[in-house]
């Protein structure tokens, strides 16, 4: 079986920090994998078995190609990085849109087609199920547990207040709802193994669109203005060496709301 | 017409001058924008909870509801999907504000299936051309939502926290890089869709009021294959509804201030939540989980012990009126976002606090 599972590349939120008048700090931010996609990933080469193939691909500048190179060295046997310059600005839709065609010449022919919940920059955690509509296939969110079963597979949802537990067609997509939060180390091996690997580059020609149907101008919103969040919150600073006065000061403010 | 040659004939005047752009047709008072979108209103999915006799409407649609009036000069569209028990909830989403109300009762449809239900409001949007379709931002509405989008091929803005109108467009806000930056989204095409995180309208009053109800037929869409489904049922508190919120998190090093947290939250009417780690120690279940991985809440107070404050967790809290912090450590992020920081061991807080409110309360009585 071949399963195709789609990653991103994404500053270290982790990492991130406030200066003092609480905008971001993004200089020197690390980038990695999205630990959401890093999951799925894992999950995917856990339920690999002999013959199996497990296809990464990621849209993104060139540098992304380090995310894949992870993939790699975590036991991904095939890579791509789907990467022009015209991809850059791209909203859901555009992403969408260019997986899509990504996947359609590529990999037409996976079994299933697996993505994280979320990438923890953007968290909007809609590109796996614009996907699925485009390519006509169903979608398994929040997937928990997934398992083969005969000619397909077996996935437990969990949407919060209940439960649930599909059968999965092959083609289908399947979103994993969990992150590992100690994330997962390439073994020597892998990295070693990964060395001889190359990641295959593919443009927007390759994957045939065009101009008007990628990126800003394929996009289908617009960021009309952004601002730093208000940073309406008082900011007072206390170091107690009392508990029991750092006690009294909560007491009395909850006693203002009681 | 084959000697009708760029315009130059005056056998009719249909094609214009060429060297006369302006000249029209005659009866023909000015350029219509043809790609011009007639679409107007708004369409909300009513989001329904339980069976059977218990069912509801989710808060979410509720605010949904009660602020589509507001935005928009046009009719107010609800849709939703059900058997006969959803006949109940009908006075209650016309007292809302619904004016024409679409009933999907397709056997196929009575359970969530993301793909039909996709498909069969396409096929409404098709039909009442909304120029707004907003959405919860629930786990059904955030996997429901981009799927319309896409079989319609349009925008979607997600987990939006304000809505302005200009006309019939929306301004949609949502906060990005975990609440620290806030984007204002137009969507280039309509229908403009949103899904919108619950709270960010004031729910409606309740009444009862009449409108006109549709069954709307469909059939087709993706069929699914559900084996089985069961509730699950956590403790039936939930912490988006809290007050007081008393939240831990890593700094919490010993297992036993759990209790004392929960005692202290009795005692104050409020709740314990936490942050993604204690979850992931298995100390706490998710339901309890503030973050961007959890849930969103809004309390009047949330107090954080031994959280370290990333940003996936203050995206979780931006909603509360106002924040505590309670960290040993002095440059831990929470401190820059908090109206109150004490640096302190949470532990030795929560202790005093326990005790201090055991005293309080003896003493009255």
Same mark, same amino acid.
């Given at each position: 079986m071949r399963f195709a599972v789609a990653v991103k590349q994404v500053p270290d939120t982790m990492e991130m920090s406030v200066d003092e008048n609480g905008s971001l700090v993004r200089a020197g931010v690390p980038s990695i994998l999205?630990?959401?996609?890093?999951?799925?990933?894992?999950?995917?080469?856990?339920?690999?078995?002999?013959?199996?193939?497990?296809?990464?691909?990621?849209?993104?500048?060139?540098?992304?190609?380090?995310?894949?190179?992870?993939?790699?060295?975590?036991?991904?046997d095939e890579a791509y990085l789907i990467t022009d310059r015209a991809f850059a600005g791209a909203d859901v839709w555009a992403t969408a849109r260019a997986l899509t065609a990504f996947i359609l010449k590529f990999v037409p022919d996976a079994d299933l087609y697996v993505f994280g919940r979320q990438a923890i920059d953007g968290d909007t955690g809609q590109?796996? #199920?614009?996907? =699925?509509?485009?390519?006509? &296939?169903?979608?398994f969110a929040y997937t928990e547990e997934l398992t083969r079963d005969g000619d397909g597979f077996i996935a437990v949802q969990d949407y919060g207040d209940t439960r649930r537990t599909c059968r999965v067609p092959r083609g289908?997509?399947?979103?994993?709802g969990a992150v590992d939060p100690n994330?997962?180390?390439?073994?020597?091996?892998? #990295?070693?193994? =990964?060395?001889?690997?190359? &990641?295959?580059?593919?443009?927007?020609?390759?994957?045939?669109?065009?101009?008007?149907?990628?990126?800003?101008?394929?996009?289908?919103?617009?960021?009309?203005?952004t601002r730093t969040s208000s940073g309406s919150r008082r900011n007072r600073k206390v170091e107690i060496n009392d508990p029991a006065v750092g006690a009294g000061f909560i007491v009395k403010e909850l006693e203002a709301v009681r | 017409?084959?000697?009708?040659?760029?315009?130059?004939?005056?056998?009719?005047?249909?094609?214009?001058?060429?060297?006369?752009?302006?000249?029209?047709?005659?009866?023909?008072?000015?350029?219509?924008?043809?790609?011009?979108s007639t679409a107007d209103g708004v369409l909300v999915w009513i989001e329904t909870e339980g069976f059977g006799e218990d069912l509801r409407m989710a808060d979410v649609s509720a605010e949904l509801l009660g602020a589509a009036r507001g935005l928009s000069d046009g009719r107010v569209f609800g849709v939703v999907f059900g058997g006969q028990e959803v006949k109940a909830l009908y006075p209650r989403i016309f007292g809302y504000g619904v004016d024409t109300l679409y009933h999907v009762r397709e056997r196929d449809l009575e359970v969530y299936r993301p793909e039909g239900y996709a498909s069969c409001i396409v096929s409404l949007i098709k039909r009442i051309e909304p120029a707004t379709v907003l959405i919860g931002a629930t786990s059904r509405g955030r996997e429901l939502a981009p799927r319309i989008a896409s079989e319609l091929?349009?925008?979607?803005?997600?987990?939006?926290?304000?809505?302005?109108?200009?006309?019939?467009?929306?301004?949609?806000?949502?906060?990005?890089?975990?609440?620290?930056?806030?984007?204002?989204?137009?969507?280039?095409?309509?229908?403009?869709?949103?899904?919108?995180?619950?709270?960010?309208?004031?729910?409606?009053?309740?009444?009862?009021?009449?409108?006109?109800?549709?069954?709307?037929?469909?059939?087709?869409?993706?069929?699914?294959?559900?084996?089985?489904?069961?509730?699950?049922?956590?403790?039936?508190?939930?912490?988006?509804?809290?007050r007081i919120l008393i939240s831990l998190g890593d700094g919490i090093r010993d297992r036993s201030l759990i209790d004392v947290a929960e005692s202290v939250a009795r005692k104050v009417g409020g709740m314990v939540s936490c942050s993604r780690s204690l979850v992931e120690?298995?100390?706490?279940?998710?339901?309890?989980?503030?973050?961007?991985s959890g849930r969103t809440v809004a309390p009047e107070v949330y107090i954080a012990f031994g959280i370290s404050g990333a940003v996936q967790h203050r995206a979780g809290i931006s909603g509360a009126h106002k924040v505590i912090a309670v960290n040993s450590d002095p440059d831990a992020p929470i401190h820059h976002y908090a109206d109150l920081s004490l640096i302190a061991d949470a532990g030795d807080i929560l202790r005093e606090m326990d005790r201090a409110l055991r005293g309080s309360r003896s003493g009255k009585q």
């Open positions: 999205n630990p959401y996609d890093e999951y799925a990933l894992t999950r995917m080469l856990e339920m690999r078995s002999e013959g199996d193939e497990v296809i990464v691909f990621t849209m993104g500048p060139p540098q992304a190609r380090d995310a894949l190179v992870k993939c790699l060295e975590l036991g991904a590109v796996p #199920y614009e996907v =699925a509509a485009q390519l006509g &296939v169903q979608q289908s997509v399947v979103s994993f994330g997962s180390l390439p073994t020597i091996s892998g #990295y070693l193994r =990964a060395r001889g690997m190359e &990641v295959r580059e593919v443009d927007r020609v390759a994957i045939g669109l065009g101009v008007y149907s990628v990126g800003l101008k394929g996009s289908m919103t617009k960021i009309v203005s | 017409m084959s000697d009708c040659s760029g315009g130059s004939c005056s056998s009719c005047s249909s094609c214009g001058s060429s060297d006369d752009p302006d000249r029209l047709p005659p009866g023909m008072l000015k350029v219509y924008d043809l790609n011009q091929g349009t925008g979607l803005t997600a987990d939006c926290t304000g809505l302005t109108a200009d006309g019939r467009r929306i301004v949609m806000t949502r906060p990005a890089f975990g609440g620290n930056l806030v984007a204002d989204i137009e969507c280039l095409r309509f229908p403009q869709m949103a899904t919108v995180r619950p709270g960010t309208f004031p729910m409606p009053e309740a009444r009862d009021g009449t409108g006109t109800a549709i069954y709307w037929q469909f059939s087709g869409g993706l069929s699914k294959e559900i084996m089985f489904e069961e509730t699950v049922t956590e403790s039936g508190e939930d912490i988006r509804d809290a120690k298995g100390w706490m279940p998710r339901s309890r989980q503030v973050g961007m």
